[in-house]
């Protein structure tokens, strides 16, 4: 099972938007609405921020949101803050009931 | 609160194996997937597999792995254990337990990593 595409940097200023787009296959993105997204800070350990698609965990600002289309999720942060400086990373349920992170995207912001 | 503590760092030869524990508190370990999750230095998260622990311990492992890996658990000490077998410098990385909320793949809590080092 290869990674999913993510584009590997995204930068933005305080308070703009940003999308990170995150690109499978029919078997794994495609085949259901098990996409989730994990924020990682350098040196901790991965943090949720969205499960199945759209939807946040108590305690995520509303400030995070996803969506699908395809076989392509996408997870988007507007008025983006400093502390959203991170790595962030997909992850999907596949038809073989395994996972498959994304490759990562580094988000900066300016 | 629910709390993940893993095992110790660890130093190993080419060809060795690790048994990396996550000793869970907080909740009945039965009543949740745990997933095994690795970071190699600079590189993303890879998912080596999952477990449901119980007397069963029902387990899924990612392609790459199996053969090599073995998940398993202990319900009277609320612990999970990964080992890892035919070791080789690759699988030098961090390695992180994360308990699964029911929704495929969200994982509100984690482990705090145990970094696994391979080298001769």
């Known amino acids: 099972q290869s990674a999913l595409t993510q584009p590997a940097s995204v930068s933005g200023s305080p308070g703009q938007s940003i999308t990170i787009s995150c690109t499978g296959t029919?078997?794994?993105?495609?085949?259901?609405?098990?996409v989730s997204w994990y924020q990682q800070h350098p040196g901790k350990a991965p943090n949720l921020v969205i499960y199945?698609?759209?939807n946040r965990p108590s305690g995520v600002p509303d400030r995070f949101s996803g969506s699908k289309s395809g076989n392509t999720a996408s997870l988007t942060i507007s008025g983006l803050q400093a502390e959203d400086e991170a790595d962030y990373y997909c992850?999907?349920?596949?038809?073989?009931?395994?996972?498959?992170f994304g490759s990562g995207t580094k988000v900066t912001v300016l | 609160q629910v709390q993940l503590v893993q095992s110790g760092a660890e130093v190993k030869k080419p060809g060795a194996s690790v048994k990396v524990s996550c000793k869970a508190s907080?909740?009945?370990?039965?009543?949740?997937?745990m997933h095994w999750v690795r970071q190699a230095p600079g590189q993303g998260l890879e998912w080596m597999g999952q477990?449901?622990?119980?007397?069963?311990?029902?387990?899924n492992y990612a392609q790459k792995f199996q053969g090599r890996v073995t998940m398993t658990s202990d319900t009277s000490t609320s612990t999970v254990y990964m080992e890892l077998s035919s070791l080789r410098s690759e699988d030098t990385a961090v390695y992180y337990c994360?308990?699964?909320?029911?929704?495929?793949?969200?994982?509100?809590?984690w482990g705090q990593g145990t970094l696994v080092t391979v080298s001769s």
């Open positions: 907080g909740y009945i370990i039965s009543n949740h997937y």
């Open positions: 992850n999907s349920h596949t038809t073989s009931s395994s996972y498959v």
């Open positions: 994360a308990r699964d909320e029911g929704h495929y793949g969200d994982s509100l809590y």
């Open positions: 199945e698609v759209s």
């Open positions: 477990i449901v622990p119980s007397d069963g311990d029902r387990s």
């Open positions: 029919s078997s794994d993105v495609g085949a259901n609405n098990y």
